[in-house]
């Protein structure tokens, strides 16, 4: 056989092959089909922590679908767990809901994140607390931001996250905020 007819596999065409024939199997994942370029042409978010007063605002993502990696760091640090002070990798898949939901509510808006990341110690004490702290949170894997938009009311933010139908979504009305994870589409 002629060279041309063998395939220098790197890690980089075995990934995109593998992606390729697992879409061809399954079709396009969730993320693929709710959080379209017309959904979520740029990842831009404005962020506030309620906890440290710190603000962040970042493109992570340009509409070609580059991440920018020192813009998702700064994210990690921003939702990092104020409690213990820990940062770990946010799950790619909530930092996209969190940017859909904010453009189908008209963009650019300040998003004020209650709870991002949670250590294992700080979800314990929550629950210590209250009996609707989940024990295992997608909260402390990074899957899952609470967060409340100003000027925004919740019922607006809820039925705007159930819309787009990506993952979980929870109610908290007297608390103030939403929560929403990467997990199945499920709701309460």
């Known amino acids: 056989m002629s060279g ?3 395939h220098h596999w790197t890690r980089r065409s075995f ?3 593998s992606l390729v024939s697992a879409i061809a199997l399954v079709g396009r994942p969730v993320w693929a089909q709710e959080l379209t370029p017309a959904i979520a042409p740029e990842g831009r978010l404005v962020l506030y922590n309620t906890h440290t007063a710190e603000r962040l605002d970042v493109t992570y993502r340009q509409p070609s679908g580059e991440y920018d990696t020192d813009a998702l760091r700064a994210l990690d640090q921003l939702l990092r767990c104020h409690y213990t002070n820990k940062v770990i990798q946010m799950d790619i898949g909530v930092i996209e809901f969190v940017n859909a939901l904010d453009k189908q509510l008209g963009g650019d ?3 004020h994140v209650i709870s991002g990341f949670r250590s294992p110690e700080y979800n314990r004490l929550l629950r210590r607390k209250s009996r609707r702290v989940a024990a295992h949170s997608l909260h402390q894997s990074g899957r899952a931001i609470d967060l409340r938009i100003p000027g925004v009311g919740l019922k607006d ?8 139908r990506y993952g979980g979504v929870g109610y908290y009305p ?10 199945q589409f499920r709701y309460w």
Not at 157 to 164: G, M, P, Q, S
Not at 174 to 183: A, L, T, Y
């Open 157 to 164: 933010i809820r039925k705007t996250a159930l819309d787009l």
């Open 109 to 111: 808006k300040e998003i």
């Open 4 to 6: 041309s007819a063998y």
């Open 15 to 17: 990934l995109k092959a």
């Open 174 to 183: 007297r608390k103030g905020f939403i929560h929403v994870d990467s997990g």
